[in-house]
C-alpha cells in the first residue's frame, strides 16, 4: 500500500513570492493535514482538511492557506514568502472520525523542503 | 502546548531493549499516549498507541502506568536504524482534537 507522498522533494522560492505544496494521502483517506517543522523547532499544526473542507487551523496567518480536491488530495500555499517560512512541511492523512468519534492515527509523507531566499 | 515530558537525549547499545521515558501527570480520562519517531529530515513514523492498558505491535510495546501518569516506550531489541527523535504525544481522541502536539522528543542514538 503507497503510503502519503509529497511533491516537490525540495522548493527554493525568494522573498514575497508565492510558493505551492502538493500532497497525495494514502488510499481511503479523507482527512489531510499539514505541519510545518523549522529548523531548530517542534512540529507545527497547520491545517486539517476532510471532504473538501478546512476543518481547523494553527496560528498561522491568512498567508498560509490551502485546498482539498474531490480526489483527497491537497495543496497548501503560502503568498508574500517570509525568510522564517524556510522549513519541512509535512503532509498527513488518516481517516475520519469512527462512529464512536475516535480519531485514528496520523500517516505523515517525507516532506518538502522550503527554502526562502 | 505539549503535556509530556521526555529526557532530551538516551543511549543504547545495539541488541539491546532501549526504554524510553515519558511523564504526563496532567492526563485527563480521555486522552492516549501516541508514540511517534522521525528519523533525520524525514517525516515523522506513527509508532504504536495506548489509553491504558499495555499495548504491543511489531514495532514496540507501551507500558502505561496504572495511575496513567507515566509511560515507556520499548523497542525490544534496537538496530541502528532505530536512531531517531522520539516524540511522546498526549491526545484526546475526540473530534476536534485532531491535531497533533509535538513536544521536543528524546533524540535515542543506538551504539554498535
Known amino acids: 500500500e503507497a503510503g502519503v507522498t509529497q511533491s516537490p522533494t525540495h522548493l527554493i522560492k525568494t522573498r514575497g513570492q508565492q510558493a505551492t505544496l502538493r500532497c497525495s494521502p494514502i488510499s481511503g483517506h479523507t482527512s489531510v493535514y499539514w505541519y510545518q517543522q523549522a529548523l531548530g523547532l517542534g512540529l507545527q499544526f497547520l491545517l486539517w482538511y476532510d471532504e473538501g473542507e478546512e476543518r481547523n487551523r494553527g496560528n498561522f496567518p491568512p498567508r498560509f492557506s490551502g485546498r482539498q480536491f474531490p480526489n483527497y488530495s491537497s495543496e497548501l500555499n503560502v503568498n508574500a514568502l517570509e525568510l522564517e517560512d524556510s522549513a519541512l512541511y509535512l503532509c498527513?492523512?488518516?481517516?475520519?472520525?469512527?462512529?464512536?468519534?475516535?480519531?485514528?492515527?496520523?500517516?505523515f509523507g517525507p516532506g518538502t523542503r522550503l527554502t526562502v531566499t | 502546548d505539549a503535556k509530556t515530558t521526555q529526557p532530551p537525549s538516551m543511549d543504547c547499545a545495539e541488541g539491546r531493549a532501549a526504554n524510553l521515558p515519558c511523564n504526563h501527570s496532567?492526563?485527563?480520562?480521555?486522552?492516549?499516549v501516541y508514540w511517534y519517531r522521525q528519523i533525520h529530515s524525514q517525516g515523522p513514523q506513527y509508532i504504536i498507541h495506548g489509553l491504558k492498558n499495555n499495548e504491543t505491535n511489531e514495532m514496540a510495546s507501551l507500558i502505561i502506568t496504572e495511575d496513567r501518569k507515566s509511560s515507556t516506550l520499548i523497542l525490544p531489541h534496537a538496530t541502528l536504524r532505530d536512531t531517531a527523535v522520539y516524540y511522546c504525544?498526549?491526545?484526546?481522541?475526540?473530534?476536534?482534537?485532531?491535531?497533533?502536539?509535538f513536544g521536543t522528543g528524546t533524540r535515542l542514538t543506538i551504539i554498535p
Open positions: 496532567t492526563i485527563s480520562g480521555n486522552e492516549y
Open positions: 498527513a492523512s488518516s481517516l475520519f472520525f469512527g462512529a464512536d468519534g475516535r480519531a485514528y492515527e496520523q500517516y
Open positions: 504525544i498526549v491526545r484526546e481522541t475526540n473530534f476536534g482534537n485532531e491535531k497533533l502536539t
